[in-house]
Nanobody
Framework: QVQLVESGGGLVQPGESLRLSCAAS????????MGWYRQAPGKQRKLVAV???????NYADSVKGRFTISRDNAKNTLYLQMDSLKPEDTAVYYC???????????WGKGTLVTVSS
């Protein structure tokens, strides 16, 4: 079992930056693939970025070059650095921990990011 708690969301203006954090507890953090997803109002939840247990990363095309995902296994924490934010980045951002081969899939409750002038 993994518990995930996101933080760092808020209201920012276009072009500004935010850093989201996801604190994990309850299991061996380093063994999980970790990801950030987002869900805009009235839309489906979509992948933003993922980092595997071997530290390989992948990003949605819409955030490539602006967002950076990273993990600190010593602190059991996942990060998402978001730069050059746009209004279309407005969404609830969710942290995910997954070990697919074992059928393990955990979600945080989300943190709201609003980009508006």
């Amino acid at each position: 079992q993994v518990q995930l708690v996101e933080s760092g969301g808020g209201l920012v203006q276009p072009g500004e930056s935010l850093r989201l954090s996801c604190a994990a507890s309850g299991s061996i953090f380093s063994m999980y693939a970790m990801g950030w997803y987002r869900q805009a109002p009235g839309k489906q939840r979509k992948l933003v970025a993922v980092v595997t247990s071997s530290n390989n990363t992948n990003y949605a095309d819409s955030v490539k070059g602006r967002f950076t995902i990273s993990r600190d296994n010593a602190k059991n924490t996942l990060y998402l650095q978001m730069d050059s934010l746009k209004p279309e980045d407005t969404a609830v951002y969710y942290c995910n921990a997954r070990r697919t081969v074992f059928g393990m899939d955990y979600w945080g409750k989300g943190t709201l990011v609003t980009v508006s002038s």
